[in-house]
């Protein structure tokens, strides 16, 4: 089995700063992309930054300048830093990867972490 461990998450007031880890761990033999998504109460889960293997980030215009993605390939690990949070960023983070389990697998599958909530108060 493949687990997505996620920490970090929590309370924080407008304009504070909280760090995502996901650690990507159990049987597995190659990890592709990784990324973060978000769902907020009565919205639709969407990506908020994704991270390829030689660090081509992608982000949602509404964290552009403000979050930042980045991983250890070494650790399967991806890190999310987000800086002058929002209220609007309240959500549940969740982390995603894509995995080959074993060598002989062509494709990857997309695996997801059980989520972290992170609350901004305004």
């Known amino acids: 089995q493949v687990q997505l461990v996620e920490s970090g998450g929590g309370l924080v007031q407008a304009g504070g700063s909280l760090r995502l880890s996901c650690a990507a761990a159990?049987?597995?033999?190659?990890?592709?992309?990784m990324g973060w998504y978000r769902q907020a109460p009565g919205k639709q889960r969407e990506l908020v930054a994704s991270?390829?293997?030689?660090?081509?980030?992608n982000y949602a215009d509404s964290v552009k300048g403000r979050f930042t993605i980045s991983r250890d390939n070494a650790k399967n690990t991806v890190y999310l830093q987000m800086n002058s949070l929002k209220p609007e960023d309240t959500a549940v983070y969740y982390c995603?990867?894509?995995?080959?389990?074993?060598?002989?697998?062509?494709?990857?599958?997309?695996?997801w972490g059980q989520g972290t909530q992170v609350t901004v108060s305004s």
């Open positions: 991270i390829t293997t030689g660090n081509s980030t």
């Open positions: 159990g049987s597995i033999f190659k990890v592709n992309a």
């Open positions: 995603n990867a894509e995995v080959r389990r074993y060598n002989y697998e062509l494709r990857y599958r997309d695996y």
